[in-house]
């Protein structure tokens, strides 16, 4: 059994000056991955420090500071490090709470590659872990007023375990009856430039005027609590998305008529007549797109409401399904307090340093990687967990 590398970094540090004081007191773990060895940690226990990542360039003998992409993890008092597949740290958290305890920073994945070389500097990123996957997202397009939001309103009531709506950021003013972090995240245009230029949304358009984007955390969000993601965006952003990892079902709602669509937005009674122009103008555009593109798995026409959610629920495979009233299961791990980590193979065992008989929040437990998904810059899902009652029983393989 091989323990992980954590090793101090006064004992990688002899040697070297550097101007990063990784002397003072913190805590620090180095991992190496090729000719370069990679120091997570911090620098003092305060609560104001956070967790940072340094590089040593053995080749050039030199420190570099990376661009770290990504939500980053707390700081908590310990953390122990396992390389997988020489491209990204598996990070286990001693002392956090079971839906954070596990991280990956990702050093040299296709898509920390692909950041580096847009970038032109060394870059590292990273994401959560998750045990379980997410279902498939839904896209949902189509012109204004045609009845986007009411189609989705319904599915999320008839089915509110099931489904959770994707927050979207905008910089266009709310509706009287619009909430701010519910029904859009309304913010101003510099501040969402600087996070879409920090890789935070998954996609942006610009749409009547307006910027409106999907935030990588606004998806994953309701994927954590268990639930498929509905989003309700544009065509273009629905191209981008289409051209973007997020594996996504696609679907496109048409108005039986330009005239019928006019008189929806008109009746709904939100927009001046100057935004109505503007949206009815934009809505040939969108519908010619929307048919002829190839960007959509599905059309459903919004001729009657009632059919069109049944089309919808059909396709959606909810044709005759009686909505269920379980919440989903919360999918934390509990990791024993004082643990050892080791990896064989592709599982990694976290050995209770201390176990008790009968309790279960000491128990060892492994975790099976063989089925990891995702990663940076959303989530790292598939992680599976098997509890170990006792370390003196069989360890399933790993001894
Ligand atoms: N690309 C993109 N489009 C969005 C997003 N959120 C909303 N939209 C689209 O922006 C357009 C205008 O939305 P909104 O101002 O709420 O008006 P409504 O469609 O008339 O209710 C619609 O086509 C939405 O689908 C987003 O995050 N990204
Ligand atoms: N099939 C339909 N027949 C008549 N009115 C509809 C239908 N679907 C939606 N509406 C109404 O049309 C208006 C626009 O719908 P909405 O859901 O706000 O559109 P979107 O989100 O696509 O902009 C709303 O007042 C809604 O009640």
Request: some cysteine.
């Given at each position: 059994?091989?323990?992980?590398?954590?090793?101090?970094?006064?004992?990688?540090?002899?040697?070297?000056?550097?101007?990063?004081?990784?002397?003072?007191?913190?805590?620090?773990?180095?991992?190496?991955?090729?000719?370069?060895?990679?120091?997570?940690?911090?620098?003092?226990?305060?609560?104001?420090?956070?967790?940072?990542?340094?590089?040593?360039?053995?080749?050039?003998?030199?420190?570099?500071?990376?661009?770290?992409?990504?939500?980053?993890?707390?700081?908590?008092?310990?953390?122990?490090?396992?390389?997988?597949?020489?491209?990204?740290?598996?990070?286990?958290?001693?002392?956090?709470?079971?839906?954070?305890?596990i991280?990956?920073?990702?050093?040299?994945?296709?898509?920390?590659?692909?950041?580096?070389?847009?970038?032109?500097?060394?870059?590292?990123?990273?994401?959560?872990g998750m045990r379980g996957?997410?279902?498939?997202?839904?896209?949902?397009?189509?012109?204004?007023?045609?009845?986007?939001?009411?189609?989705?309103?319904?599915?999320?009531?008839?089915?509110?375990?099931?489904?959770?709506?994707?927050?979207?950021?905008?910089?266009?003013?709310?509706?009287?009856?619009?909430?701010?972090?519910?029904?859009?995240?309304?913010?101003?245009?510099?501040?969402?430039?600087?996070?879409?230029?920090?890789?935070?949304?998954?996609?942006?358009?610009?749409?009547?005027?307006?910027?409106?984007?999907?935030?990588?955390?606004?998806?994953?969000?309701?994927?954590?609590?268990?639930?498929?993601?509905?989003?309700?965006?544009?065509?273009?952003?629905?191209?981008?998305?289409?051209?973007?990892?997020?594996?996504?079902?696609?679907?496109?709602?048409?108005?039986?008529?330009?005239?019928?669509?006019?008189?929806?937005?008109?009746?709904?009674?939100?927009?001046?007549?100057?935004?109505?122009?503007?949206?009815?103008?934009?809505?040939?555009?969108?519908?010619?797109?929307?048919?002829?593109?190839?960007?959509?798995?599905?059309?459903?026409?919004?001729?009657?409401?009632?059919?069109?959610?049944?089309?919808?629920?059909?396709?959606?495979?909810?044709?005759?399904?009686?909505?269920?009233?379980?919440?989903?299961?919360?999918k934390g791990i509990?990791?024993?307090?004082?643990?050892?980590?080791?990896?064989?193979?592709?599982?990694?065992?976290?050995?209770?340093?201390?176990?008790?008989?009968?309790?279960?929040?000491?128990?060892?437990?492994?975790?099976?990687?063989?089925?990891?998904?995702?990663?940076?810059?959303?989530?790292?899902r598939g992680l599976k967990i098997?509890?170990?009652?006792?370390?003196?029983?069989?360890?399933?393989?790993?001894?």
């Amino acid at each position: 059994m091989g323990e992980a590398p954590a090793l101090c970094v006064e004992d990688l540090q002899e040697g070297f000056s550097n101007g990063f004081g990784l002397r003072s007191k913190g805590f620090k773990t180095s991992t190496d991955v090729g000719d370069k060895t990679f120091v997570i940690g911090c620098n003092n226990n305060d609560s104001a420090s956070s967790l940072e990542v340094h590089i040593y360039d053995k080749s050039r003998g030199k420190w570099v500071i990376p661009t770290v992409l990504g939500t980053k993890p707390k700081l908590y008092e310990g953390y122990s490090t396992v390389l997988l597949n020489g491209d990204r740290i598996m990070i286990i958290i001693k002392g956090s709470t079971p839906d954070d305890c596990i991280w990956f920073l990702e050093v040299d994945t296709e898509y920390v590659k692909q950041q580096k070389e847009a970038s032109g500097t060394e870059v590292v990123a990273w994401s959560k872990g998750m045990r379980g996957d997410a279902e498939k997202p839904v896209v949902i397009s189509g012109p204004s007023g045609v009845g986007k939001g009411t189609l989705i309103n319904m599915l999320v009531k008839e089915f509110p375990y099931m489904f959770g709506f994707s927050v979207s950021h905008t910089t266009r003013a709310p509706r009287s009856m619009e909430k701010n972090g519910v029904h859009y995240h309304f913010t101003e245009r510099s501040i969402m430039e600087k996070d879409i230029k920090d890789g935070k949304f998954l996609e942006f358009a610009s749409v009547h005027g307006n910027l409106y984007g999907t935030s990588i955390e606004a998806v994953e969000a309701v994927a954590d609590s268990g639930k498929r993601c509905i989003l309700d965006i544009d065509v273009q952003g629905a191209k981008s998305v289409r051209a973007s990892s997020l594996d996504a079902l696609f679907i496109f709602i048409s108005p039986p008529s330009m005239r019928e669509l006019e008189e929806r937005l008109r009746l709904r009674g939100t927009e001046t007549e100057e935004q109505v122009q503007k949206r009815l103008r934009n809505a040939e555009a969108e519908i010619e797109q929307g048919k002829t593109s190839g960007i959509f798995d599905h059309i459903l026409c919004n001729d009657n409401l009632e059919k069109c959610y049944e089309n919808l629920k059909k396709l959606l495979g909810l044709e005759g399904s009686a909505p269920t009233n379980t919440k989903p299961s919360p999918k934390g791990i509990d990791l024993p307090p004082n643990h050892l980590v080791s990896k064989i193979d592709n599982k990694i065992l976290i050995k209770n340093e201390t176990p008790e008989p009968g309790n279960a929040s000491k128990n060892s437990v492994v975790l099976d990687i063989s089925s990891l998904k995702g990663g940076a810059p959303g989530r790292t899902r598939g992680l599976k967990i098997n509890v170990i009652d006792s370390f003196s029983e069989s360890l399933n393989g790993i001894h």
